[in-house]
């Protein structure tokens, strides 16, 4: 096996492409809580064209592409999903908030995760799969209490 020409430390970003950016941002910030970080770029009307969202310490852009249409598959998007790490909740409670603001669910999963702070444990977990306004997929990870 060959030596790897370059090592990665984490990631830096995500950057997804999005019909209307001004559209996507209230999923983005009052669905999902991520804050804004900047506008990088707007149009001649002045709506953003190009943001920076902090999902804690990482960022995710949206980036207008109007002519972006997601496959009709799922499983044809070259984007599987994005997770975002959330704090305990009660599941169902989430899932009822998130369809009263019409965001569509794809599924969910229970499963274990190891400690991230190195310790040698595992913790059960909870994920809701979502969908933002432009079909890109995203995973809400919950630890469920001991």
Do not use: W
């Amino acid at each position: 096996m060959q030596e790897p020409l370059v090592r990665a430390t984490g990631l830096d970003h995500a950057n997804l492409y999005v019909r209307d950016v001004a559209s996507s941002l209230p999923f983005y910030t009052d669905v999902l809580g991520l804050p804004l970080r900047a506008v990088m770029s707007r149009d001649r009307d002045g709506r953003p064209t190009f943001v920076s969202l902090a999902a804690g310490e990482d960022t995710i852009f949206l980036m207008q592409n109007r002519d972006y249409v997601p496959p009709p598959d799922s499983r044809a998007r070259g984007l599987n999903h994005l997770c975002l790490l959330i704090p305990p909740t009660d599941p169902e409670q989430l899932m009822a908030d998130l369809r009263a603001r019409g965001v569509t669910i794809r599924g969910t999963r229970e499963g274990t995760r190891g400690a991230r702070d190195g310790a040698a444990d595992t913790r059960k977990t909870f994920s809701v799969y979502v969908e933002d306004p432009d079909g890109h997929g995203i995973e809400l990870e919950q630890q469920l209490p001991r």
